[in-house]
């Protein structure tokens, strides 16, 4: 995904959107651009972060009250200076800046191409912009109108600002599956894929719908849908502060979202579990809660570390609500012919709300009549709001590329949803059901303690930090564990990781373990802890290293990994709450040892809005 920031009012734009530019770096770092309109359009754009931008555009001028800037994670053509956005139309009449894709933009090239245009980037974005000016000046419409039409042309996803100096006291915002928000200040407006630059001049946002067209003057703003009819214009509160958005004192947001845990689990479980009646009650899924009880199969969508939640998830709905649950992929379910109907549930699960193939499956489980709920983290994502009902994550905003607090606030919420579903079908007796939330409320102190022991996840990773591969193994609810360890370590530090389920380690893993191999067990006491053992034994007679992650008191291990990370006691069921932390902090130190950039790993995007 990319970041759009826009500005229309009195003030001076480019510091704005410079400051905009630097909250969304998270969505997209591989070039950055800005537009400022004043009478003519300046643009300036490089390949980089923001603050090679910010030093290019240094010294030169950027007077103007309407502008606009994007940073961008390059879809179409490689990142640099031509290929950044803004682009502008042939004649210089339209300047776009543009997140999505254009899928039908080389037959669209093409045509405009026999016209006699001319383009001077491999952007889909271009074509966008040329088309725009093409229609203008053969069809003598409104800006406006050749935007609408344009758009009508357009088979893909946009969220689209574009200014003209046809008409330079207009900025338009258009939006069809990649979000932007408008927020409402005095005689001034605000645009952004997300509310990250808007939140520090004003909490009223209007969030776009598909299809929608905003005509932005600095004193009023219309609503249209793309056949010009005028839409209602529905003014939401945000509920986010600046503080939120700053490291902190952190060196890195990752860490910051990695030690806000305790805090982030407890918002999630807060205020939704009364003791006194010993009931869970989750407002949003109120009004489906009846069906989601008696449903006879869930299946679960969801896409990299949210996925792994989903599978903590499986673990725990079928242990204590005996419902199965199926855990796909968002992106091969979207494009097989899944049997889905309307006895099914089906829970998309997404930090950002923004995922486009989550959002295709969600779409596909809509039309095959299926029950659609959602785990979400930001609130009034395009998730949030495809879903028929569902509940928010309180994480907070996580602005690591690397998926930290939203993980744990997913299994929260996947565990109260399993406890809440095991009460009401009578399968958890009251002792359980107590034992179970006693066990959640102790979750963040717990963690607390793991990060009590970030030292001596530092002298790990200090000694595994020029590895090749690593190798992660957990069995049960501890798998998924496995698999979020290796994600972590492979996005940040750029080893390569595999998780696997302990047991099929013989079934071909194994032939990779030598003395260069480290293997990460999570091997806390439960169920299958002789058999984890057992696999233990089997790494160290072929002298692979073992890290591994034990339950508190364990002498039994101690004898034979080379390190072992002591955790609290938990229930079997919550321990991926925990479990997963010292393996988070593992992955940021090796990370931040090799030289990487830990915030915005390469190639990454915090969230993938184009399939
Ligand atoms: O926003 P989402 O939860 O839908 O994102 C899904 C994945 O792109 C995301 O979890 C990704 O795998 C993380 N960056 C991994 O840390």
Known sequence: ?????????????????????????????????????????????????????????????????????????????????????????????????????????????????????????????????????YIYTSEDVSVE??????????????????????????????RRSSPLVIGLGNNEYFIASDATPIVEYTDRVIYLNNDDIALIRRDELILKNLVSETTKVNIKTLEMSISEMEKQGYEHFMLKEIFEQPRSIMDTFRGRIQTETNEIRLGGLLDVKDQLVNAKRIVVIACGTSWHAGLVGEYLIEDLARIPVEVEYASEFRYRNPMIGPDDVVLAISQSGETADTLAAIQLAREAGALVLG????????ISRETHAGVYTHAGIEIGVASTKSFTAQVTVLTMMAIMIG????????????????????????????????????????????ASNALYLGRGVSFPVALEGALKLKEISYIHA????????????????????PVVFIATMDGSYDKIVNNIQEVKARNGEVIAIVTEGDTIIREMADHVIEIPKSDESLVSLTAVVPLQLIAYHIALMRGCNVDQPRNLAKSVTVE
């Open 145 to 174: 109108v050749a935007i609408s039409l344009a758009l009508q042309k357009v088979v893909g996803a946009f969220g689209l600002v574009a200014i003209s100096s046809e008409d330079p006291n207009l900025m338009i915002a258009a």
């Open 375 to 382: 785990i979400c983290n930001v609130a009034g994502s395009s």
């Open 1 to 133: 995904m990319c970041g759009i920031v826009g500005y229309i009012g009195t003030r001076d734009a480019y510091p704005v959107l410079i400051k905009g530019l630097k909250r969304l770096e998270y969505r997209g770092y591989d070039s950055a651009g800005v537009a400022l309109l004043n009478g003519d359009t300046t643009i300036y754009k490089k390949k980089g972060k923001v603050s090679e931008l910010e030093d290019y555009v240094r010294g030169k001028e950027t007077k103007s009250t309407i502008g606009m800037g994007h940073t961008r994670w390059a879809t179409h053509g490689e990142p640099n200076d031509v290929n950044a956005h803004p682009h502008q139309s042939e004649k210089g009449l339209f300047t776009i800046i543009h997140n999505g894709i254009i899928e039908n933009y080389s037959v669209l090239k093409k045509t405009l191409m026999d016209q006699g245009m001319k383009f001077y980037s491999e952007t889909d974005t271009e074509v966008l912009a040329n088309l725009i000016e």
């Open 498 to 517: 595999e998780g696997y389920p302990a047991a099929e380690m013989k079934h071909g893993p194994i032939a990779l373990i030598d003395a260069n191999m």
């Open 423 to 466: 009460k009401e079908k009578g399968l958890l007796s009251e002792q359980r059901f107590s034992q179970l939330i006693k066990e959640l409320y102790a979750v963040p102190a717990k963690i607390e303690k793991i990060l009590e022991l970030n030292d001596e996840f530092k002298r790990i990773a200090e000694i595994y930090k020029d």
